[in-house]
């Protein structure tokens, strides 16, 4: 999925411009030209995360199709792997349960998080499932309660 159709598919401006500075800035990060790509876009990034409020880790790797609906207060740490067409909603944080611990969650495909919904720790979340508004899910046992989402087809 190219760029201009994952930030076209958002529903807002807001996260069209978000998700397309990002989108660049991790190319950038792993271009070839590095070192003429990468600052003046990781400047534009920074900038775009100080407006919308939104922490996302470039060297988090979130698959194509993200939606983010109202891109506020969003944080997904460095070693967070996020599947295809996922949605992040307002206050979402998805990383590692503590400083200087390195257990990071694993996202599936198709996955919705509620507003404020938190997955923290080593943790893996099933494709089509949909985490809670204000979910907390910090153990294994946490994400084995998740339904999966009716007519998404299985896990």
Do not use: W
Not at 50 to 69: P, Q
Not at 74 to 101: Q, Y
């Amino acid at each position: 999925m190219s760029v201009l159709r994952e930030s076209a598919s958002n529903p807002t401006f807001d996260a069209a411009i978000f998700i397309a500075i990002f989108r660049m800035a991790s190319l950038a990060r792993s271009s070839r030209v590095k070192v003429l790509v990468y600052p003046p876009m990781y400047i534009l990034y920074r900038a775009a995360c100080f407006a919308y409020k939104v922490d996302i880790s470039l060297r988090a790797k979130i698959g194509a199709g993200l939606k983010i609906y109202h891109p506020y207060c969003i944080a997904v740490g460095p070693g967070t792997v996020v599947g295809e067409n996922c949605t992040l909603r307002h206050g979402v944080t998805l990383g590692n349960r503590f400083e200087g611990d390195d257990s990071y969650p694993v996202i599936g495909s198709g996955v919705s998080f509620g507003c404020f919904s938190v997955v923290v720790g080593r943790i893996h979340i099933r494709d089509n499932v949909t985490v809670p508004a204000h979910g907390m899910i910090s153990t294994p046992n946490d994400a084995l309660e998740l339904r999966q989402v009716r007519g998404r087809g299985a896990a």
